[in-house]
């Protein structure tokens, strides 16, 4: 069965840690979204390349494990749509250990759900902290961000609850700005 956190990690005896299998994972009732989503200028899709690298650089080792990363860990913003094809790599925290995630193949996404969107929908969906490791081979995917209108409200959650952002923000766009620059800031 599932045991606590993700749905469809299990704990697999004959890897002696958790691995992921569909078969375990329900589909999650996923709470109406406001309208927040319905013009969504933020959005963008794109190809990720991650050339393998013959160096290493210290920049890009893992604060949790010293792990050599292509991409730092950290948690989605609103809802990342992703395809891996065959490349492995990215990996997910579960119960305070990384694990890897299964790749899509060619008929497959990923749905990631970031802070601000489980906030808004109190925390019904879960957002998932994640990473890239490095790869002995170019590796490729697809993202597709989401993201809501310029001036969507972002300071109450579907039940009016505040949400995280919104003690500093009330529309995503004051918010993205200052999230992207940190962004940039922190790989730049």
Known sequence: G???GIPGWIRDPTKHRPSFHPKHCPIPRIPQLPELFVDDEFSAMGLRRYPYRRLTN???LS????TLLRELEHIDSTVTVLSTFKNGGLQALYNFEYLDVPVTGDDKFIVN????VGDIVDDKLKSVKHRVVETTFDRHSITYFLGPQFDADISRSMTNKPTDAGAKYKIFGEWIKDYLGAIELFYY
């Open 2 to 4: 599932i045991q606590g």
């Open 58 to 60: 210290q920049n890009m």
């Open 63 to 66: 604060d949790f494990d010293g």
């Open 113 to 116: 759900i970031g802070k601000l």
